[in-house]
């Protein structure tokens, strides 16, 4: 039984992001449920303690009672089998925004991402915010390189462009010249983009809307809406 996925556009951890992450508890079992925070991305600029905690903080204010900062900051920590073992046994998994590659390089092949494959198709949810959102996807835009990358591939053949309505939005005719053939995905701040309607539809919940550009055409989609990818 596959869990669920929930991208989200950034700005994460206030506002009308409470929509999407209630409903990311929801799907993980509902208060109870262990969620266990990855702060990765924002390791590089060593933010990744305080950030961390504030996620951490964020979820219990959403009644989550099991809520765990992971000591994940980098490829050697991502191959720590205790820290795999806690993904594992994870019900939800929530990936940090800020330094994309960083955390794309950290977890790529590492037993922690075999983990998180291992907690997904036991039912679990992963969920990401920005950096986050990116590196679900089968490729990723790397912004301080300009190049695009291969991600972790929970979602196959898709790109997502998060903080789409402030700076994400300029980045799409570059991204859809460079993957011509590939899924872009738009996402607003403080929205979510979730797996949760029937026959694997997607949702959108929070402030934002959610843009998909395909070769042959664009669409829009706001929160409420349901519609496959």
Not at 39 to 66: C, I, M, T, Y
Not at 140 to 162: K, M, W
Request: overall charge negative; hydrophobic content about 40%.
């Amino acid at each position: 039984m596959k869990g669920h996925i929930v991208l989200e556009g950034g700005a994460e951890f206030g506002g009308k992001m409470a929509a999407p992450d209630r409903r990311s508890i929801d799907l993980a079992g509902g208060p109870d449920a262990t969620i266990s925070i990855i702060p990765a991305a924002a390791a590089p600029d060593h933010n990744d303690q305080r950030a961390g905690e504030h996620g951490v903080r964020w979820f219990r204010s959403l009644g989550a009672k099991n809520v765990i900062l992971l000591p994940l900051v980098d490829s050697i920590s991502a191959n720590d089998p205790a820290v795999a073992a806690m993904l594992l046994n994870s019900h939800l998994i929530y990936l940090l925004g800020g330094f994309t590659h960083h955390l794309g390089a950290s977890l790529a092949g590492s037993l922690s991402l075999n983990a998180m494959k291992g907690a997904y198709n036991s039912g679990a949810v992963i969920s990401g915010s920005s950096a986050g959102a990116m590196v679900l996807c089968e490729h990723y835009f790397d912004p301080e390189s300009g190049l695009t990358r291969l991600g972790l591939n929970f979602i196959p053949n898709a790109c997502v462009i998060p903080h789409h309505d402030s700076v994400g939005r300029r980045w799409a005719p570059r991204l859809a010249a460079l993957l011509p053939d590939v899924l872009l995905i738009g996402i607003d701040e403080q929205t979510g983009l979730v797996d949760d309607g029937p026959d694997g539809a997607w949702s959108v919940h929070g402030k934002g809307s959610v843009t998909l550009y395909r070769k042959n055409g664009t669409a829009i989609y706001p929160p409420g809406q349901i519609f496959s990818l």
